[in-house]
């Protein structure tokens, strides 16, 4: 008889393939107009072609096209939108906050294959009435210059910039190995900008060897 249990298989990860009829001509498009990273072609006459955005990475077989479908999690859908939109690229669903908690959006690559790319939307949730008390601060002059860049960035006051940030170290994640950060990877990517930007020279830690 039979064995019934599948076995406990690790897979670290899933390219899906989908079906084109010219392989260059895909790469193109997908380079130039979706924005991805050629991987690799093989082949010759070339029959394959990976494709990367970020560290995912699908890939294109040559093949009778048939209307596939993938979704894409990034870190900004809009921005990507931007550039594919920018391109002439097919919009299929325009972007918008869906009830699943992504904002997103749908285009279609000259074969049929229907393309998703969304970002998560955080879970706001109802309003929390408050009541703000002064308290005066004195920050570290290029660190101040920073968190007033970076408020006006995220289109929020320095003072629920503050709140944000506080809020989201007093958690702690990762088997209370670390805690949480407030900031997608293209704000930290952003963050690293401003730091040059205003000389932030020093680490983590140098607060506890700050002198006046």
């Known amino acids: 008889m039979p064995d019934?249990?599948?076995?406990?298989?690790?897979?670290?990860r899933l390219h899906p393939l989908l079906l084109v009829s010219d392989i260059p001509a895909a790469v193109d498009f997908y380079t130039n107009k979706l924005g991805f990273a050629h991987g690799f072609t093989w082949g010759d006459p070339p029959e394959m072609a990976g494709m990367n955005l970020g560290s995912v990475s699908i890939h294109l077989y040559k093949g009778e096209p048939k209307g596939n479908y993938v979704y894409f999690v990034v870190g900004d859908a809009d921005a990507l939108f931007e550039f594919q939109r920018s391109n002439g690229v097919e919009v299929v669903v325009t972007p918008d906050d869906r009830d699943y908690e992504l904002h997103d959006y749908?285009?279609?690559?000259?074969w049929g294959n229907e393309l998703s790319f969304g970002h998560y939307i955080p879970p706001i949730g109802?309003?929390?009435?408050?009541?703000r008390v002064d308290m005066p601060v004195r920050l570290e002059k290029r660190l101040a210059a920073l968190l007033k860049d970076l408020a006006e960035h995220k289109g929020m006051s320095i003072?629920?910039?503050?709140?944000?940030?506080?809020?989201?170290?007093?958690?702690?994640?990762g088997n209370d190995v670390g805690v949480a950060s407030p900031h997608t990877k293209k704000t930290h990517q952003y963050i690293q900008e401003l730091k040059k930007?205003?000389?932030?020279?020093?680490d983590t830690h140098a607060s506890y060897r700050f002198e006046e």
């Open 4 to 12: 019934q249990t599948p076995p406990n298989i690790d897979c670290d």
């Open 106 to 110: 749908r285009v279609k690559d000259p």
């Open 126 to 131: 109802p309003p929390i009435k408050i009541e």
């Open 159 to 173: 003072d629920s910039c503050l709140e944000e940030t506080l809020l989201h170290t007093f958690e702690v994640v």
């Open 197 to 202: 930007k205003h000389g932030i020279d020093y």
